[in-house]
């Protein structure tokens, strides 16, 4: 994170194109050399996935042993635009369960932390869901894909929400948007993401009392089910099954 921070206020940040809209930033980089390497020195025979220097996420067998899940920026475009809403996110699995989770927004000063079984929290301060239990009290936050040729389904649930919530958001950062829905300060949140998108914010999403499940019904079998974030939906428990319901039709 601090990092992250040094990098951004110099002005002059490098930027590279992954994609059409997909970029990535020097940050991106330094940050990942600085969390492999400290990773490596401290578990020299632990697997390190990446988003910035790992091959595909499928290519390792995630299922057992030791495994960290990392993308050293989460919301990049975010970062090289000079907005706050960026994450570093770092995960930590076991025998393909994940046991520890650390989400740490360096703009915000907020880190969210969790332990497998001992409650999630913010700042060192124990968080929960919210309790909101009706679709029309719901604030609601998704994200949208790199690959801009296929928009039905999306518009299709960006309406939905609209219509039936209180209100939709798009920050561009998942593994916050994740957090907030296990802070209270958001209480649905959709969209289809990658392993290190999702390998700590879901751990802490679960010890606050977030419900999860998937508005297509598909998984990806090449992945433990704790970091697979195909088509993904996390929300407070009040309101689970008729979000669920409301972006599943078609």
Known sequence: GAEARRIRERKNLKVEYKGRVDLVTEADFAADKIIREKLQSAFPEHYILSEESSAQADAHDLFSGPVWVVDPIDGTTNYAHGHVHVGVSI???????????????????????????????????????????????????????????????????????????????????????????????????????????????????????????????????????????????????GVYESFLELIRQE
């Not at 299709?156 to 907030?180: M, N, P, T």
């Not at 289809?192 to 606050?208: F, I, M, R, T």
């Open 91 to 237: 995960g930590y699995m076991e025998d393909g369960l994940a046991q520890v989770g650390v989400v740490h927004a360096p703009f915000l000063d907020e880190t969210y932390t969790a332990i497998r079984g001992q409650g999630a929290e913010l700042n060192g301060h124990p968080i929960h869901a919210s309790t909101c239990d009706a679709l029309e009290k719901a604030l609601v936050s998704t994200g949208f894909p790199y690959e801009r040729d296929n928009l039905g389904g999306i518009l299709f649930r960006i309406e939905r929400a609209l219509v039936h919530c209180q209100d939709v958001r798009r920050a561009g950062a998942a593994s916050i948007d994740i957090c907030w829905i296990a802070c209270g300060k958001l209480d649905a949140f959709y969209e289809n993401l990658s392993p290190w998108d999702v390998a700590a914010g879901l751990l802490v999403a679960k010890e606050a009392g977030v419900l999860r499940g998937r508005f297509s019904g598909k998984n990806n079998p090449l992945l433990p089910d704790e970091i697979d974030g195909s088509d993904l939906v996390v929300t407070a428990p």
